[in-house]
């Protein structure tokens, strides 16, 4: 019933070799419009000058760049569902964007797109300690929530890497992870309400506390992770844990990226239950190492390993030991123990800057995301390290081991047109690699528009076309963020119309 | 439009630093830590953003003389609090002077921050603008105007500028002199083995406020220091690289390098946060300088804030003074310095003197040279969080070792009818010092 487009149907933006498009291509806004936004949320927060709009041409993921026809910047729900409905009804894509750290390209502008950041919408609205919840505005950065909620002896589980800059909003969105999601899991797990603009600016609640997401229809967890495909969330309501009792954190250093694999599944099999297990090789020690956030990793390492429990403070020490067994008959050269609280937060900098501190030894780089089942780390890894020597790429490994979330970090220089071709083709390798060891192409970071292309290597038309009907009743005209997640299919024998909404464009 | 040669040349400053940009890998961690950003939502006033216009013009896709260039490179406070927390290192502060040298040859900045400019690197305005300065303060005209003018239209500035100059007046310390204990030195100073230092007496500093400038010679004094006084210095050049006028930073920077070098001191002791940073980035100032850039970068190496000396051999104990000081980190001792305890190491050198840390202090209080007059409404907005900030703490005066800011946030103050001091923090020290008696030669002062 679908086919796949043929390659060259599909538009030029899902390519790292396209993506960039000069500002000279973004059409304007009628001015009829930008005096309505400009209405609605002020002046100075309707950004139209093709000049500044240059600054909101990529995410996180510079390989893809596409300036905004406009920028708006409200304050309120309602201000949201007016600017929403305003540019819907002038048929105008909406793409939501909060601080613009993703690395799947999912808030990358389309040609007639407007994008709807949600900057400006900071406050986290309520804490309530008793029932341990919080509600926030999109625009609240995942780490202050946190900050916010530690007095309480509460906090925020979901600890994206990039947690002291990105949003909450954008973690609902991409439904993030973070190296304590092995224990404690994905946002979905803690997202208890929402409140969410659709379509044409329609506000609507969904879930909430005194409603239980299990006994409806689980309209929250459907809409946690739709990458902006259904409608942005303007309020979020969030489960807190305490704050736990104990935590110890060891570092095993080793020779090999192999080595430290095989150790994470030995832990694993062990019947321990680490709280994270994070694995971080030579060149991402390498780079780390140079940067302002250095930890004292021995540099001819071959890998580290960073192994946390937390919990009740006995049996802590129990657990570590056994860990560390594991990593000693694993080959480890030496398991270190964070000796204080200043120690262990040096740890996790190095680990959770790691992609900031690239670099320091390339000027671009793309940080794959995929998932592997655990047992199969030390054969992906050393395909990868295969694919690397291959296209003469470097490519750093840093990622979630425990949960068999892989981010080889490939390393090269945009303005080599050469190496960029490279880099396409060794990522598109690296996901077969990947779903063929059984995993899947993406962790945590979302499909956007980087993944796009991979999404038929695991999902049959059946499933895609399921996501896609799950997004027209969320978006039946396919404004919110058109061109991400789905692959461009066509239906066959269908009206333009529905061919359009199929596509996704 | 500019024509394609002159848009080269416009562009070359940057160009030549494209190798400073390519670090940045546009994680977005910076984003939280702007202030400007923080408070606009504007991605063009962040740090990423701002790097982004520069990275543009380089590629040649954007004009430096665009709108876009020259406000959101012009809005940018010049705090550096994004510089800590990259992880790529990216020397922002040093990309933004070249950006404001760029967008400033483009299109000259505004008549303010040119005459100001203009007075400060030159010595013979230097003198009668600050004397004039000065008459304002001591005939409290100063403090009358910022009392009674309104703060709308043209007034405003006006009215700033006076609250600024009226802050820059001495606070008598609360505590009553009967109460001082005397000395209480632990004694273990070693007053024969300690360097030569020389003191930056600065353009500001020496105008508004030579008693700190006195209070540091007399501290360093009585901490075992010898104190060379050096010739022919000049203003440091911070604010002139700030607002993109590196050429008049470069001649200031090599006329107090020579002096320096002069002096045969063993190190330069800058009580100005501002001042500091800026010396002790003196090498890449001049790294196109043959001539100059080693020499620079060995003048560089002796530079410290007077805080870092002193707590750097344990500061002597002086007497007491019971009040309460709030502490304000200065941005440019902070993130560009990376100076945070050795300040509060000084104020703590003082018995019951109280030391809180002003909530948020680690961001900026948007002084940033004459923020507050070019970007009013930005500026006010920034600086009111400062002040309310400040004025939480309940103390007797706050302490930040930066001129531009002890005005700032001192104006920020008095126009609240707010009662606290502002203070470096030498001359509480100096204080505790003059009371314990260290001062006294043969029973006299």
Known sequence: MYRLLEKGDEEPVASLLTGKVSSGMTRRLPSTVVSDLAEIVGHEHVITDPDCLLVYESDGLTAYRRPPRAVVLPSSTEEISAVVGLLHSNGIEVIPRGAGTGLSGGALATPEGVIVGTARMNRILKIDVENRIAIAQPGVINARLTEATNPYGLYYAPDPSSQSACTLGGNVAENSGGPHCLKYGVTARYVTGLTVVLAGGRIVELGGVGRDPYTTLDLVGLFVGSEGCFGIATEIELRLLPITEGVRTLLGIFESVESAGRAVTKIIASGLMPAAVEIVDGPTIEAVEASVFAAGYPLEAGAALVIEFDGTDAGLDLDADRAEQCCLEEGAIEVQRATDPEHRTKLWRARKKAFGAMGRIAPDLLVQDATVPRTKLPEVLAGIDDIGNRYGLKIANVFHAGDGNLHPNILFDRQNQNELELVERASKEIMQLCVDAGGTITGEHGVGVDKRQYMTLVHGPAELEAMAAAKRVFDPDSLFNPGKVLPAVEVKGATDTAKILAIGE | ?445
Request: with cysteine; charged share 20%.
């Open chain 2, 1 to 445: 439009m500019t024509s394609a040669p002159v848009y080269e040349a416009l562009g070359q400053a940057l160009d030549a630093q494209k190798e400073r940009l390519r670090p940045c890998v546009h994680c977005g961690f910076c984003l939280p830590a702007c202030p400007t950003y923080n408070r606009l939502g504007n991605e063009a006033d962040s740090p990423r953003g701002r790097l982004h216009l520069m990275q543009a013009v380089v590629e040649g896709r954007l004009e430096p003389s665009s709108e876009a260039f020259r406000t959101h490179i012009d809005r940018c406070l010049g705090c550096r609090a994004c510089e800590p927390v990259c992880p790529s290192g990216v020397e922002y502060g040093t990309l933004l002077e070249l950006a404001r040298e760029t967008a400033t040859k483009a299109a000259p900045q505004g008549l303010p921050t040119r005459f100001l400019l203009k007075v400060l690197g030159t010595r013979a305005l230097r003198s009668p603008f600050f004397f004039i300065g000065r008459l304002l303060r001591g005939t409290r005209l100063a403090a009358l105007g910022a009392a009674v003018l309104p703060s709308y239209g043209p007034f405003r500035a006006v009215r700033l500028v006076l609250a600024m100059l009226a802050s820059t007046t001495r606070w008598q310390p609360m505590a009553s002199e009967e109460a001082t204990s005397r000395n209480t030195d632990s004694g273990n100073h070693d007053v024969s083995r300690r360097s030569r230092v020389a003191v930056l007496l600065g353009c500001v500093q020496e105008g508004l406020f030579t008693r700190i400038n006195s209070a540091t010679v007399r501290v360093l004094e009585a901490n075992g220091y010898e104190v060379v006084l050096v010739e022919g210095q000049d203003c440091c050049g911070a604010l002139h690289a700030h607002g993109g006028d590196l050429e008049c930073a470069r001649m200031l920077a090599r006329s107090n390098i020579k002096a320096f070098e002069a002096s045969g001191a063993d190190l330069i002791a800058v009580n100005a946060a501002g001042c500091g940073a800026a010396m002790k980035d003196y090498g890449t100032l001049l790294e196109g300088d043959p001539d100059f850039v080693q020499r620079a970068e060995e003048v560089a190496l002796t530079v410290r804030d007077v805080s870092e000396i002193l707590a750097s051999s344990g500061p002597r104990i002086g007497a007491s003074i019971p009040c309460k000081i709030a502490y304000d980190h200065p941005c440019h001792l902070l993130h560009a310095q990376g100076v945070e305890h050795a300040p509060i190491t000084v104020l703590e050198a003082v018995p019951d003197a109280e030391v809180h840390i002003v909530a948020g202090a680690e961001e900026c209080c948007g002084g940033a040279g004459i923020y507050g007059i070019t970007h009013p409404e930005l500026g006010g907005l920034i600086g009111g969080d400062k002040v309310s900030a400040v004025r939480a703490c309940l103390a007797d005066a706050v302490a930040t070792p930066n001129p531009g800011c002890m005005m700032q946030i001192g104006a920020g103050l008095r126009l609240e009818a707010s009662n606290e001091g502002v203070i470096h923090p030498v001359e509480l020290l100096d204080e505790s010092y003059r009371r314990a008696g260290f001062y006294r030669v043969g029973g006299a002062e």
